[in-house]
Every structure is written in C-alpha cells, then in structure tokens.
C-alpha cells in the first residue's frame, strides 16, 4: 500500500544575482507502508527542499503530492494544519535547536496538548509511555536537553515527533552527529519502533552505508533531480 506519493516535485528559488535555481527538478517519489525509503545525496543536491515540500512546509512549483492516494498539494488553513500532523520531523539534534528550554516532559507533552483535548492524568500516561518506547528513564522528565547527552536528546527527539502517532517519521540526518555507536542505537530503536507501530520512514542523510543498512529502497539525488532509484541492498553490493 502507497502512503505518500510526489509526482514531478520542482521547487525552484530566485538566487540573489536573479537568477532562478531549480532546487528540486521533476523528482518522484514513492513511499509504501510500514517501509523505509532512504535518501541520498552530497549537500546542496535538494533533499531538505524535496522534505519541505513532503512535510508540506512548502508547496512545490510544479508536481503533485498524494497522500493515501489523495492529493494534498494544495491544502490550506485547518486542513493542512489536520494533515501535517500525520508526518513528522526528527532532525539532526532536534532537541537542543528547537526546544532547548523546555523540560522532557514538557517537549513531549506540547503536541499532545496543542492538538488534543486531554485531561492532565492522561497527558501524563501518555508521555510516561512515550518515554518508555524511546528507552529514557522517567527520571528524565525534569530535565532540560543540556545536561543530557547526544542521544538522549535523539531519543528525546524521536519521542515527540511520535507523540500524535504519526504514520510517517522523516529523518533528516537525524544520527548523523552522533558517535558511531551511539548511531547504531539509535538506528535499531528506529528499526524496533517501526516494526512495532508499522511506522512509515523517509530516512536522508549523506552516509550511503548507513541509509543502505536502514532502507528497503533507495534514491540518490544529484543537482536537485533523483539519479539512482535501487532497493537497498543493490545499493550495497554496488558500493
Ligand atoms: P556531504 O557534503 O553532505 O557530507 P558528500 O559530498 O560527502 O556529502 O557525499 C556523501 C556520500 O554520498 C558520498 O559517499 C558520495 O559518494 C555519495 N554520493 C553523493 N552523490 C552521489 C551520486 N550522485 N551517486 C552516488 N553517490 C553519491
Ligand atoms: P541539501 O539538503 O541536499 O543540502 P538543499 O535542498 O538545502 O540541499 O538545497 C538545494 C539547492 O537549493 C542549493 O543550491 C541551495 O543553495 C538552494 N536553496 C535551498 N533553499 C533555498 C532558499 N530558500 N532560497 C534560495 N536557494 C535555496
């Protein structure tokens, strides 16, 4: 079953000589349930617009976006805020460059309460199950993403982008500044967690290994067009 579907996504930008850049060129995309789909490319090839553009903070200039088969390019007001919902971000230490000042507790709680009717007590159960599903101790709660380490922060990271259950998780290079063990960690959490809740993922990050290891299909951008579409393992036993 098809989750998220682009068709032909091209974003272009004014560049500050004036001239026009096509950051993302024709690109089509496809993501099955429950699958990975991993992205690659050196920087400044186009994958945080063609993510821009899938998580719906940006429309694209041309292209088509379908979700569950329906075309959500266009969406405006309370139903793009209702949609954007069901995909979420965790990004290269999330925690401390978008919610340094909030507690654990309070991170993971935000998005329940901005966009759910819960009574305090519920709230609570729901951020202690969180917590636990990321494998951060209780304890954790009161503490504030500086005094934690880079992958508790991850962890933490993960944990709030889950909190509205969302059926697609975008990752973007979301382990990529962690210590190699600590991205192995990492990585299986994410593999169990998917599993588990027969998540969706877009998994980018420039390290062809690592996206190989954690994909069942593989793009590689280059000058903002996809060059190479290969199941996971191809992309392996090519490299
Ligand atoms: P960054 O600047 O984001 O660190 P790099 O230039 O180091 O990215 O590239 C990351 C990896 O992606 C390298 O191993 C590179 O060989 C690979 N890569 C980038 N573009 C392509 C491509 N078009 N085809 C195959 N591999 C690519
Ligand atoms: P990547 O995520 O692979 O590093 P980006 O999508 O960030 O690539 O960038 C692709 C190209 O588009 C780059 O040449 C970048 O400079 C350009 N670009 C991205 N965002 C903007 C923007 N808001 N305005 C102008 N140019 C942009």
Same mark, same amino acid.
């Given at each position: 079953?098809?989750i998220?579907e682009?068709r ?11 001239q ?6 024709g690109v ?5 349930k429950?699958?990975?789909l991993?992205? *690659?490319?050196?920087?400044?090839c186009?994958?945080?617009t063609l ?6 903070l /940006?429309?694209?200039d /041309? ?19 209702k949609?954007?919902?069901h995909?979420?971000?965790v ?5 401390a460059?978008f919610?340094?000042?909030?507690? *654990? ?13 819960l009574?305090?007590?519920?709230v ?5 199950k969180?917590?636990e ?5 209780e304890?954790f709660? /009161?503490?504030?993403p ?5 992958g ?6 993960i944990?709030?982008a889950?909190?509205l ?5 975008v ?8 210590? *190699?063990?600590?991205?192995?960690r ?9 599993r ?14 690592l ?8 793009m ?16 392996? /036993?090519?490299?």
């Amino acid at each position: 079953e098809i989750i998220l579907e682009g068709r032909g996504l091209t974003r272009r930008y004014k560049t500050d000589t004036g001239q026009t850049l096509t950051a993302c060129r024709g690109v089509d995309l496809t993501l099955h349930k429950g699958k990975t789909l991993g992205i *690659v490319g050196e920087s400044g090839c186009g994958k945080s617009t063609l993510l821009r553009m899938v998580t719906q903070l /940006e429309q694209p200039d /041309e292209g088509r976006l379908f979700y569950f088969g329906k075309d959500i390019t266009s969406l405006k007001g309370e139903e793009l805020r209702k949609n954007r919902r069901h995909i979420q971000m965790v990004f290269q230490d999330s925690s401390a460059a978008f919610f340094p000042r909030m507690k *654990v507790s309070e991170a993971v709680s935000e998005p329940l309460r901005n966009f759910k009717r819960l009574s305090q007590r519920e709230v609570d159960r729901q951020v202690s199950k969180l917590l636990e599903l990321v494998e951060l101790p209780e304890s954790f709660s /009161e503490r504030y993403p500086h005094s934690m380490s880079g992958g508790q922060r991850q962890r933490l990271g993960i944990a709030r982008a889950l909190a509205l259950n969302p059926d697609v998780l975008v990752c973007d290079e979301a382990t990529s500044a962690l210590d *190699v063990s600590v991205q192995q960690r990492i990585i299986q959490l994410l593999a169990e967690i998917q599993r588990e809740r027969k998540l969706s993922m877009i998994f980018v990050c420039h390290d062809l290994a690592l996206v190989q290891s954690m994909s069942h299909q593989i793009m590689v951008m280059y000058l903002g067009g996809v060059v190479e579409s290969l199941p996971g393992n191809q992309m392996w /036993e090519r490299a």
